[in-house]
């Protein structure tokens, strides 16, 4: 399914593109490549599911920038990430207006 995506996303003070083309060649749903700030998001999924992947992929920004890989591991990477996206996807999706109260105050 065809999203229009912003083509940026900002995180921790850094912009990252948003993109469909597999650079990377990983034959993977969705990856973040950190060194050239790139999240591919394919579009072979719903529109809840490229979001999610979005989500997820920021959840792993956020691990690596915070510095948090320095103190863990792969496996506790992923695990995290997977901890956090499903709640933190169903808190944005279903209550709007607090997600516009973080955008208007
Ligand atoms: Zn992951």
Do not use: C, W
Request: aromatic share 10%.
């Amino acid at each position: 399914m065809k999203i229009k995506f912003p083509k940026t996303v900002r995180i921790l003070s850094r912009t990252y593109e948003i993109g469909h083309v597999d650079k990377d060649g990983r034959n993977s749903l969705a990856y973040v490549n950190l060194r050239e700030q790139y999240i591919f998001i394919s579009q072979d999924m719903t529109k809840e599911e490229q979001l999610s992947s979005l989500l997820h992929e920021v959840l792993h920004i956020v691990y690596n920038v915070s510095g948090f890989d320095h103190i863990s591991g792969p496996k506790d990477e992923e695990s995290l990430v997977r901890l956090f996206e499903p709640g933190l996807f169903s808190f944005m999706k279903d209550n709007p207006k607090i997600l516009r109260m973080f955008l208007h105050g």
